[in-house]
Nanobody
Framework: QVQLEESGGGLVQSGEGLKLSCVASGNFFRIYTMAWYQQTPGKGRNLIANITNADTVTNYADTVKGRFTISRDKNTVFLQMNNLQPDDTAVYFC????????????????WGRGTQVTVSS
């Protein structure tokens, strides 16, 4: 299985920044795409950034483009969040696709437990 553990959340003021980290651990063969999702109360979980494994291609939601940067070091993914705004207040979840064995197998999806980010105005 794959365990994803997020860290780095907290309370900041508008305009400040935070850096989230997510470490993948467990008995897996390979981690593929890793991503960060944002969930606010009463709303679904929305993809805000992802990064591939081999060529580290990145994608961003329009709401965070230019302010957030996703990066990766092997099986750890980071989210640098700059110029945070109250609308960024949410629980941030780490997501990863991984295979547990070698060979032609489809990857499974895994989630962390989330880390709270609160931005005060």
């Amino acid at each position: 299985q794959v365990q994803l553990e997020e860290s780095g959340g907290g309370l900041v003021q508008s305009g400040e920044g935070l850096k989230l980290s997510c470490v993948a651990s467990g008995n897996f063969f390979r981690i593929y795409t890793m991503a960060w999702y944002q969930q606010t109360p009463g709303k679904g979980r929305n993809l805000i950034a992802n990064i591939t494994n081999a060529d580290t291609v990145t994608n961003y939601a329009d709401t965070v483009k230019g302010r957030f940067t996703i990066s990766r070091d092997k099986n750890t993914v980071f989210l640098q969040m700059n110029n945070l705004q109250p609308d960024d207040t949410a629980v941030y979840f780490c997501n990863a696709w991984a295979t547990l064995t070698a060979g032609f197998v489809l990857p499974n999806e895994y989630w962390g437990r989330g880390t709270q980010v609160t931005v005060s105005s």
